[in-house]
């Protein structure tokens, strides 16, 4: 069965940096794309971040461009989402996703919440 687990959420002052992770079981990097979504409760989903698993194109949303870094270990089956300079407004839940879509249909297909597949959220608190 497909699962992601995502993991390394926490609590984290405002200019500090996290690290999640996302083991990947059953997924084949060869044609899904992987990344990250993030959701506050009462606000729609927001897609983070994507990676063709392909050809190793990164993709990022506006606000955390520049701070956010995805990556895969494809050995170990893992995505990685390294956050620097955090600010209060990226606290959120995040969750890791699988996509036959594709990277480019990332963000239209999170606001439509809709995923291949997702796994269960870590929580990310920033303190201002």
């Not at 989903?45 to 955390?64: A, L």
Request: net charge neutral; hydrophobic share 30%; charged share 20%.
């Amino acid at each position: 069965d497909v699962q992601l687990q995502a993991s390394g959420g926490g609590l984290v002052q405002a200019g500090g940096s996290l690290r999640l992770s996302c083991a990947t079981y059953d997924v084949s990097f060869d044609d899904y794309d992987l990344g990250w979504h993030r959701q506050v409760p009462g606000q729609a989903r927001e897609g983070v971040s994507c990676i063709n698993t392909k050809n190793g194109s990164t993709y990022y949303g506006d606000s955390v461009k520049g701070r956010f870094t995805i990556s895969t270990d494809n050995a170990k089956r893992m995505v990685y989402l390294q956050m620097n300079n955090l600010k209060p407004e990226d606290t959120a839940t995040y969750y890791c996703a699988a996509d036959l879509a594709g990277c480019g249909q990332w963000w239209v297909r999170s606001k439509r919440y809709e995923s291949d597949y997702r796994g269960r959220g870590t929580q990310v608190t920033v303190s201002s």
